[in-house]
T-cell receptor
Framework: DAGVIQSPRHEVTEMGQEVTLRCKPISGHNSLFWYRQTMMRGLELLIYFNNNVPIDDSGMPEDRFSAKMPNASFSTLKIQPSEPRDSAVYFC???????????????FGPGTRLTVL | TQLLEQSPQFLSIQEGENLTVYCNSSSVFSSLQWYRQEPGEGPVLLVTVVTGGEVKKLKRLTFQFGDARKDSSLHITAAQPGDTGLYLCAGRTDKLIFGTGTRLQVFP
């Protein structure tokens, strides 16, 4: 079975441009998570969805960031306008159960490396 | 703010040596997980510990959850170059909080 799929794998853009990152979770999984990883701050949870509904977006840095999950097989993370400090690796993960499950396993995609010049 | 501190931050050792990585917090977690991440890939789950004092073994890796469920350790016996990677602990409350990470390099 295919794991979590993310696209693009690499994105280089200029400051001020809109960036859209895409994620296809594992089929049948009920929860989807967006993370950001940097050397300085480590792996941070940005937002997560249960059954396509956003549950906790407290990790979203600011209004420039938005995430949607229009159906169970697709999610996007959009940054508009992008800034150099947004440069990071963005991971999508999915899990079978809901985020409150004490032993739930999250399966991560390969990540999108974003560079904003 | 819940914080999971890992130590050491970096570890560079020779093949065959033993090592221990620590994960500490002031918060209590319902469970704790350890992940390993290789360059260019996402983290991959190694183990989940749930009960205070629990010990789990995965080949040469031994994981322990503290009695108070606030801390954990990962011990690797006779490290091999294939163990090289970023090790992340993650504590669960209503969501998963990741630790600061330990970057391990094992030289042949």
């Amino acid at each position: 079975d295919a794991g979590v799929i993310q696209s693009p794998r690499h994105e280089v853009t200029e400051m001020g441009q809109e960036v859209t990152l895409r994620c296809k979770p594992i089929s049948g999984h009920n929860s989807l998570f967006w993370y950001r990883q940097t050397m300085m701050r480590g792996l941070e949870l940005l937002i997560y969805f249960n059954n396509n509904v956003p549950i906790d977006d407290s990790g979203m840095p600011e209004d420039r960031f938005s995430a949607k999950m229009p159906n169970a097989s697709f999610s996007t993370l959009k940054i508009q306008p992008s800034e150099p400090r947004d440069s990071a690796v963005y991971f999508c993960a999915s899990s079978l159960g809901y985020s409150g499950g004490s032993t739930d396993t999250q399966y991560f995609g390969p990540g999108t490396r974003l560079t904003v010049l | 703010t819940q914080l999971l501190e890992q130590s050491p931050q970096f570890l560079s050792i020779q093949e065959g040596e033993n090592l221990t990585v620590y994960c500490n917090s002031s918060s209590v977690f319902s469970s704790l997980q350890w992940y390993r991440q290789e360059p260019g890939e996402g983290p991959v789950l190694l183990v989940t510990v749930v009960t205070g004092g629990e010990v789990k073994k995965l080949k040469r890796l031994t994981f322990q959850f503290g009695d108070a469920r606030k801390d954990s350790s990962l011990h690797i016996t006779a490290a091999q170059p294939g163990d090289t990677g970023l090790y992340l602990c993650a504590g669960r409350t209503d969501k998963l909080i990741f630790g600061t990470g330990t970057r391990l390099q094992v030289f042949p």
